[in-house]
């Protein structure tokens, strides 16, 4: 069974970091493109960025809200993908998912929330 | 980047109604179009994958249509677990934008 768990989310002040977790299992993660998708209180989907696989040149796009304050990584002997987040806005608000690219699989989410 | 557009935002309608949401691209995707279903507190569930696939498990009163810019997914027959907000998403290039969503509600 493939299965998608976010961890990291929690409290930050504006202007602070918070690095997201996926853990993956169930597929092979090493062969999978993977990406960040964010969904603000009572708001509509957002796409944040993509990461390739390594064999593919492991490239990473990000939107445009992020790029600059964000980085996408992927661990692939832990299974693992990452979001670092820096310079956290109040906009940045939001559950953060972690998907396959194709869309088939969902993390449950995790919770960010940017305030003083 | 593509822009993606959905109409209606919201609607409602009876248990066995056929329900018809529209998508349309900025420009030519192809069929590189995906439709989610999110119910709320949930994460969104993929129903329809290149325009027309439908995903596996997926119950057959579903379907997509569309390719280039206009796509459609139909409810053939509105059941009460349709109850959501239904969003298409580009994956023809990044950024993989969405649509912005219709809420199907149950009258």
């Known amino acids: 069974e493939v299965q998608l768990v976010e961890s990291g989310g929690g409290l930050v002040e504006p202007g602070g970091s918070l690095r997201l977790s996926c853990a993956a299992s169930?597929?092979?993660?090493?062969?999978?493109?993977m990406t960040w998708v964010r969904q603000a209180p009572g708001k509509g989907l957002e796409w944040v960025g993509r990461?390739?696989?390594?064999?593919?040149?492991?490239?990473?796009d990000y939107a445009a809200p992020v790029k600059g304050r964000f980085t996408i990584s992927r661990d692939d002997s832990k299974n693992t993908l990452f979001l670092q987040m820096n310079s956290l806005k109040t906009e940045d608000t939001a559950v953060y998912y972690c998907?396959?690219?194709?869309?088939?699989?969902w993390g449950q989410g995790t919770l960010v929330t940017v305030s003083s | 980047d593509i822009q993606m557009t959905q109409s209606p935002s919201s609607l409602s309608a009876s248990v066995g109604d056929r329900v018809t949401i529209t998508c349309r691209a900025s420009?030519?995707?192809?069929?590189?179009l995906n439709w989610y279903q999110q119910k709320p507190g949930k994460a969104p569930k993929l129903l329809i994958y290149?325009?027309?696939s439908l995903q596996s498990g997926v119950p057959s009163t579903f379907s997509g249509s569309g390719s280039g810019t206009d796509f459609t997914l139909t409810i053939s027959s509105l059941q009460p677990e349709d109850l959501a907000t239904y969003y298409c998403?580009?994956?023809?290039?990044?950024?993989?934008?969405f649509g912005q969503g219709t809420k199907v509600e149950i009258k």
């Open positions: 290149t325009a027309s």
């Open positions: 998403q580009q994956i023809y290039s990044t950024p993989q934008t």
């Open positions: 169930g597929f092979t993660f090493s062969n999978t493109w």
């Open positions: 420009q030519n995707i192809n069929s590189y």
């Open positions: 990461i390739k696989t390594k064999t593919e040149g492991g490239t990473i």
């Open positions: 998907a396959t690219v194709s869309g088939k699989n």
